[in-house]
């Protein structure tokens, strides 16, 4: 019999966990600044937290120094280099005071994202329920969405509202939830918490047989002199938490994809056996630079801290007196901001593209991190102050266009 050729066989319109997936918010706004600047328009783009700086310069020599072994060119290992699995261990030792061992509590990642996406794969069955924040960064839910897993909100902002959230989770959701995600400096919040947070989260998890999953990637950039905290500083904590941490803000590598996992054993090998699997690891060169820049000179780490508050503090000043009143962040590279009361109506999608065709500025939408996000945009301190500055006067034309003004806004 002869066989039907491909285009007579009925198929789904998508694939299982294409279909869990909603259309991407950020794709039409990307679509519409890259149109714009392929028009030649001058955007000036606070939408992606991608910084505009570069690693120290022992960093990248060290790169160079290990690239031309030509013994460094062949796999790496999934789980990360031994030494930067060292430097790892010896960077929270030195700031929160907490043991890690290297061989057992301690996984280098592709970036924080690759290490969340995995973990979730390795320990999320179809149906599982897990907590995530509204809002959150999109990996927090749809990680686990597209490991099989049903997403409960739960909100962002630590206050009382957080607690009788977790708690009603607990009681009235089947089956129960077995993980839950926090992360802390906030993306795209930029709310931070205390170790007594922690603290209250570590009892309440062990009470109720819950993982937790500590997203932790923007531990340096606080701007307040109040150091954030980890939560494996709480005694036990290694017991349900895991953290992940990343490279990418803290010393300006985020194209080069290093990050780590660290904290539970048990889930540290569920994450290594998965990775085992699908990944080799970082090229050797890199891992060899990110062991320098973690054993190395520090400079950098307080570098960035200072560039980003002088951007936050120009940003909150400079939009202001635009006409938009902005909360100072006191971490994370990003302003969570209302939108303008005047233009509230228009919500926070039709908002971003009203600004980047108007006043040449994008940002992201806050309902691209989940509903509660709307009203919100994120912006990103990712332009030096000149281009802030600008962004501002764009902005204060187009809100006059608008009728808003300082005093209305």
Not at 247 to 258: E, H, L, P, Q
Request: with cysteine; proline share 7%.
């Amino acid at each position: 019999m002869a066989s039907r050729p491909y285009k007579d066989f009925t198929v789904n319109d998508d694939f299982y966990r294409i279909r869990r997936l909603p259309p991407y918010v950020f794709a039409e706004v990307n679509a519409m600044k890259a149109a714009a600047r392929a028009a030649g328009e001058d955007i000036v783009d606070l939408g992606m937290g991608n910084p505009d700086g570069a690693p120290a310069q022992h960093v990248i020599d060290k790169l160079c120094e290990v690239a031309r072994d030509p013994n460094a060119h062949g796999y790496s290992a999934s789980k990360g280099i031994k030494g930067l699995r060292k430097a790892q261990a010896g960077y929270y030792q030195r700031r929160f005071g907490v043991d890690l061992d290297p061989e057992s509590e301690v996984v280098v990642t592709l970036g924080s994202k690759e290490g969340l996406a995995n973990l979730a794969q390795a320990i999320t069955a179809p149906g599982d329920v897990v907590l995530a924040p509204n809002p959150s960064y999109p990996i927090h839910t749809f990680g686990f969405i597209i490991a099989g897993a049903t997403i409960r909100s739960v909100p962002t902002t630590p206050n009382d509202a957080y607690w009788e959230s977790l708690d009603r989770a607990m009681a009235f959701t089947v089956p129960r939830p077995s993980i839950l995600i926090v992360n802390y400096p906030s993306n795209p919040t930029a709310e931070t918490v205390d170790l007594a947070f922690y603290e209250r989260l570590v009892a309440w998890a062990k009470e109720n047989k819950v993982w937790i999953l500590s997203d932790l990637a923007y531990s340096e950039l606080y701007y307040d002199d109040n150091p954030t905290v980890s939560i494996l500083q709480v005694p036990g904590a290694k017991d349900v938490a895991v953290e992940f941490t990343s490279m990418s803000k803290t010393f300006s590598m985020a194209g080069w994809r290093v990050g780590f996992a660290v904290g539970n054993p048990r889930l540290i090998a569920a994450l290594k056996r998965v990775k085992s699997y699908l990944d080799y690891g970082a090229f050797t060169p890199i891992q060899a630079a990110a062991c320098a820049a973690l054993n190395g000179p520090q400079d950098i780490v307080e570098k960035n801290r200072q560039l980003y508050r002088k951007r936050r503090d120009v940003l909150v000043e400079s939009f202001a007196r635009a006409g938009w009143d902005i909360p100072s962040p006191k971490a994370s590279m990003f302003a969570w901001a209302p939108l303008p009361p005047a233009l509230k109506h228009m919500g926070s999608l039709e908002f971003t593209k009203q600004l980047l065709i108007h006043a040449e500025v994008a940002v992201a939408p806050g309902v691209g991190y989940g509903e509660d996000g709307e009203g919100y945009v994120r912006i990103a301190m990712v332009e030096n102050e000149q281009r802030l500055r600008q962004a501002a006067r764009n902005v204060k034309r187009y809100l006059q266009s608008m009728g808003v003004n300082a005093s209305a806004a």
